[in-house]
């Protein structure tokens, strides 16, 4: 071996030193001693400034020993030191991005090409690219296996930017979303073809998946799990040469499950991503697709506040984003209420502490003032404010931040403070992931392994620790001033008057406090409320839900005692609310002043109404949920629901809503319910008409005769009508006896 030229290089560890003396060996072999000078200047300067120079001489020994004209490779890093430093860089930094350009060696002159590197790439960016990709195979297996490495080539090229600090952590994990949302689509896309080709046809649909946590939030890490749910739109049955008839959710299942199977098993080629779809209802004993009524029904019925925070960061990333909005609209009052019947930042404060029993100091994401206090704080004021401000919903956590400053819940200096931690926790995060592409959060405890861990943060080792320490402090702070807020006691006489057994003196002196004169009565009632029916066929309420009526309780019969007939309106409310599919909203709506005291004021005024909405619970919502547009609506609108029954009743209550509440008086009153009688046999008239099939040629009048005919019906008017009709045909003028007769049964 020839003599090296090389400064000293006293900087570099012992087995840096013994692998520059291999590149020595590999330099003057291949003929090219008289750029020895040059390269090993080139080289040593480079590697002082790795994080880790052993492993950057480590990697860059198997880089030329893969390279197919390793003495081109030496001569341009000789010649070009911005090469050097950009390989020493890659190779001293991360183990993954190593081994990939290890694996593929012309990639690095790929990467070094004059625009490769300039500016990040769109979802629609990357779908185009990757359509190029696949477009020369045909076959499923060998297109996945090409979209796989054209992922890797991405991944690398992203990794690079950041490296490099040519992109900032936002505009990283930004392109990591959208590399994922672009494989996912067309993961999604091949699925599809696949499964339609062998079924041989495929459900007439709308569907869509949606992702969660970081992916969501467009701010996914290098090694993060990808979280999905999916939900497709009606339900229905397709016919399937291959396996008969087969529903829609069944279609979706497999259509899902292979899904996840392509995206999450490796192959020659790797893997894409670890797919999670355990956020998705009912968790693991759920389907991993529902149709979106279904979906819907869960969420309202049984939605948890763990699942408002994780749906708060939902978005569409395959299938149709039309629907898919409507989708997120649709859940929007569960995510963002307007009121709770519990404390949210109090039950999101329980949460945090537990996961901190599981987590030690290390763990730069769980621990006290690391990344998931920023989470939650942002978390817990999108929830409390985000029903009544909408601005505020936003699924990205630097987005957000933002937002929540200009709204004046965060200080200037609390959102400067959230925003500078978080960033330099989640580039901490990712320096860590990138090592070794591990799904890792833990620190290092040695002291080298902090000190490198800092240089490619670019952060001085010597002011590492305290950097770190400084954020952790204030972003513990920021939490416990937001989390200091708890919800106010409830009232130990509210409980014990609810317990199943009381003391009887008390019991009315309890009722006594708030008007009520038949005491044990009063009791059956409130108990109902709270724990639901428990005669046969119904089931009593979940425990949140008895936590949520007792939580309004005390205010509940405040209002009650100054209504004009409190045990009247007790015994109406009770009818009601334990009626209705979905106490817990109603709970929630209890909780506002304005609504309480209008639907106390209807439960004490009229117990018609009161049996109306309890025979049609599903419409008990819909008008209580509604009021104050309901007050102020003067005339009935043209039926839109398929039971004209239920519109009518509806309609009515809405009317008796607007003259309870002193809206209306008594002839605008008889006004609404002769247009809504009018309205309903107009309607019912159409319907016969069109079953029956009468010509247009046979004509047909309904008379309206006294009170309907002098618009002054009243809640439980007879209808005084006269048939008139023309008919040319003895069977045309049976079908209009026909039509009178079901009009009247009606």
């Avoid at 763990?363 to 929830?383: M, S, Y």
């Avoid at 009468?694 to 048939?723: A, M």
């Amino acid at each position: 071996m020839a003599p090296s030229t090389a400064p000293s290089s006293k900087k570099l560890s012992t087995v840096a030193l013994r692998h520059r003396k291999t590149t020595e060996e590999i330099v003057f072999n291949a003929g090219l001693g008289e750029i020895a000078p040059q390269f090993f200047a080139s080289l040593n300067a480079q590697l002082s400034k790795s994080p880790d120079n052993a492993m950057a001489m480590t990697n860059f020994l198997r880089f030329l020993e893969s390279s197919f004209n390793p003495s081109t490779i030496l001569r341009d890093l000789a010649q070009h030191s911005i090469l050097f430093e950009t390989l020493l860089s890659i190779f001293g930094t991360s183990q993954y991005f190593s081994d990939i350009l290890i694996r593929d060696p012309e990639l690095f002159r790929w990467l070094t090409a004059t625009t490769v590197l300039e500016h990040a790439r769109s979802k629609s960016e990357f779908v185009i690219a990757a359509r190029q990709s696949i477009k020369l195979f045909h076959s499923s297996t060998r297109e996945v296996n090409a979209l796989k490495r054209f992922q890797r080539r991405k991944m690398l090229r992203i990794g690079v930017r950041d490296i490099l600090h040519i992109a900032d952590l936002e505009t990283t994990t930004r392109e990591l979303s959208n590399l994922a949302d672009a494989i996912i689509s067309l993961v999604s896309e091949l699925t599809w073809r696949e499964m339609k080709n062998q079924y041989g046809d495929a459900p007439n649909t709308a569907w869509a998946v949606l992702g969660l946590g970081k992916l969501g939030g467009d701010e996914l890490n290098y090694s993060s799990d990808i979280d999905l749910i999916a939900v497709f739109d009606r339900d229905g049955e397709i016919e399937s040469p291959a396996s008969g008839a087969m529903t829609h959710g069944e279609f979706f299942v497999r259509f899902i499950e292979q899904i996840v199977h392509v995206l999450s098993q490796p192959t020659e080629e790797g893997h894409f991503y670890r797919v999670d779809m355990r956020l998705r209802p009912d968790g693991k004993s759920g389907a991993l697709i529902r149709s979106l009524a279904s979906t819907l029904m869960y969420y309202e019925s049984r939605g948890e506040l763990w699942e408002r925070q994780m749906l708060m960061k939902a978005r569409c990333i395959a299938g149709d984003e039309a629907f898919a909005g409507r989708f997120l609209d649709a859940l929007a009052p569960f995510m963002y209420p307007r009121t709770f019947f519990e404390n949210p930042i109090e039950e999101i404060s329980r949460i945090k502490a537990r996961i901190e029993s599981h987590s030690d100091d290390r763990n730069i994401k769980l621990r006290a003032g690391g990344i998931r206090d920023i989470e939650f704080i942002v978390q817990a004021l999108q929830l409390v404010n985000g029903g009544k401000n909408s601005s505020l919903r936003n699924t990205n956590t630097l987005e957000s931040i933002r937002l929540l400053s200009s709204a004046s819940l965060l200080s200037a200096t609390e959102a400067e403070h959230l925003r500078e931690a978080y960033v330099f926790f989640r580039t901490l995060e990712h320096m860590l992931q990138i090592l070794e592409y591990a799904q890792t959060h833990s620190l290092p405890t040695k002291r080298q392994s902090r000190d490198a861990l800092a240089v490619r943060m670019a952060v001085p080792p010597k002011v590492f620790d305290k950097t770190l320490n400084r954020h952790l402090k204030n972003v513990r702070r920021i939490f416990d001033t937001v989390f200091t807020q708890r919800g106010a006691d409830h009232p130990s006489d509210v409980e014990r008057f609810l317990a199943e057994k009381t003391d009887s003196e008390f019991s009315l002196l309890f009722a006594k406090k708030f008007s009520l004169r038949n005491a044990e009565q009063a009791a059956r009632n409130l108990r109902g409320m709270m724990y639901g029916s428990t005669l046969l066929g119904k089931k009593e309420y979940i425990a949140r839900t008895r936590t949520n009526f007792k939580n309004i309780a005390g205010l509940f019969l405040e209002e009650i005692a100054e209504s004009i007939a409190p045990d009247r309106a007790l015994a109406n409310a009770e009818r009601v609310l334990s009626s209705v599919p979905s106490p817990d909203a109603m709970h929630a709506l209890l909780s506002e002043k304005n609504f309480r005291r209008a639907f106390v004021t209807l439960c004490a005024r009229s117990g018609m109404l009161a049996k109306q909405l309890a025979l049609f619970p599903g419409l008990a919502e819909s008008l209580l949920t509604d009021i104050e547009n309901i007050i102020h609506e003067e005339s009935p609108p043209t039926p839109r629901i398929s039971s004209v029954h239920e519109w009518k009743v509806l309609e009515e209550c809405k009317a008796a809503v607007r003259y309870i509440l002193g809206n209306s008086d008594e002839q605008t009153l008889f006004r609404s319910l002769s247009e809504i009688a009018s309205q309903t046999v107009s309607l019912l008239y159409k319907n016969e008409r069109k079953k029956l099939r009468l010509p247009q040629s046979t004509r047909y009048c309904i008379l309206g005769l006294g009170k309907l005919g002098g618009w002054e019906i009243n809640f439980g008017s007879d209808l005084d009508v006269v048939v008139l009709f023309e008919a040319k045909r003895k069977s045309d003028a049976e079908k209009c006896e026909i039509l009178a007769a079901n009009i009247i049964t009606a």
